[in-house]
């Protein structure tokens, strides 16, 4: 039971750092320091590709 925990804890650890949108754009979780505060860090994500995220008008 416990390496069926220790299994779990890995894998959720795993999936925090990199992942997949549901428009299947993957990313990773990246921190950096907050502005309000320079102690503390706050996680972003970051795209691969950020085409599809950014919208773009042509006058």
């Known amino acids: 039971m416990l390496q069926e925990f220790i299994y ?3 894998e959720r650890k795993r ?3 990199t ?3 549901e428009d299947g ?3 990773e ?3 950096l320091p907050s502005f309000d505060d320079p102690t503390k ?3 972003y994500k970051k ?6 995220k950014v ?3 042509e006058n």
């Open 25 to 27: 754009e993957d990313y």
């Open 55 to 57: 919208n773009t008008k």
């Open 8 to 10: 779990i804890q890995k």
């Open 47 to 52: 795209y691969y590709d950020i085409a599809g």
């Open 29 to 31: 979780w990246v921190e």
């Open 15 to 17: 999936a925090m750092k």
């Open 19 to 21: 992942g997949t949108d």
């Open 41 to 43: 860090t706050i996680r």
